[in-house]
């Protein structure tokens, strides 16, 4: 029975651009050298295809990744970039997090859960034959990956937190429920390049 795995990495850490603050940003020097690490660990992995989001972030990432996976077939995908996978009932949510989606234009709340499906269905979905494939993506996109995997309900992908760089794993196959090999395993980063976006207690 064919299998197919998906290595999924949050890009790296960046510098936000206001005027685009879903999909704009770029790669900081920090960014750089958590992507190069990453390369470094990754490099004698044999993959069939590197899809990456379109943003710029994720794009420069990809960039660093592909520099060591030269022969590896790359892809940018629209589908990959940063979303709203799912928009939660108010007693679901924190009260941050209430202020963070009241603030949310409808488009953005409107098309973030119909892209997130469609990721999840293309990347998901499980071909002819065995394939690794190198997944760079966002935050919100690779934890409701993650939960769907896991049979959490809908609103799960808020509950997890992922790092820049963080390597989670996946395994899809017909006959079986999605396997989660790893999660957020930033093993290849030392400690002051792991969680740096998030506030120290939250930082391993």
Same mark, same amino acid.
């Given at each position: ?26 790669? =900081? ?30 794009? $420069? ?41 009241? $603030? ?16 999840? $269905? ?20 690779? =934890? ?39 999660? =957020? ?15 120290? $207690?939250?930082?391993?």
């Amino acid at each position: 029975m064919p299998i197919r795995v998906i290595y999924l990495v949050r890009h790296g850490a960046y510098e936000p651009d206001a005027d685009d603050p879903v999909d704009g940003g770029s790669l =900081n020097d920090l960014g750089r050298q958590q992507a190069s690490l990453l390369a470094d660990r990754l490099a004698d992995t044999e993959f069939d295809a590197i899809h990456h989001s379109s943003a710029l972030r994720a794009v $420069q990432t990809a960039d660093v990744l592909a520099f060591q996976l030269s022969a590896v077939p790359r892809h940018s995908e629209d589908l990959l970039r940063e979303c709203i996978p799912t928009v939660p009932e108010a007693h679901q949510l924190t009260d941050s997090q209430r202020e963070f989606f009241a $603030q949310l234009p409808e488009q953005v709340r409107t098309d973030g859960p119909v892209r997130a499906e469609a990721a999840l $269905q293309q990347f998901s979905k499980v071909g002819d034959e065995d394939t690794r494939e190198l997944v760079v993506s966002h935050g919100n996109l690779i =934890n409701f990956f993650v939960s769907e995997a896991m049979g959490a309900p809908r609103h799960g992908w808020l509950r997890p937190l992922d790092y820049h760089c963080g390597l989670t794993i996946l395994r899809y196959r017909d006959d079986a429920p999605p396997r989660v090999i790893t999660y =957020n395993d930033v093993g290849h980063l030392p400690a002051g390049l792991r969680g740096i976006e998030y506030p120290r $207690q939250l930082r391993v």
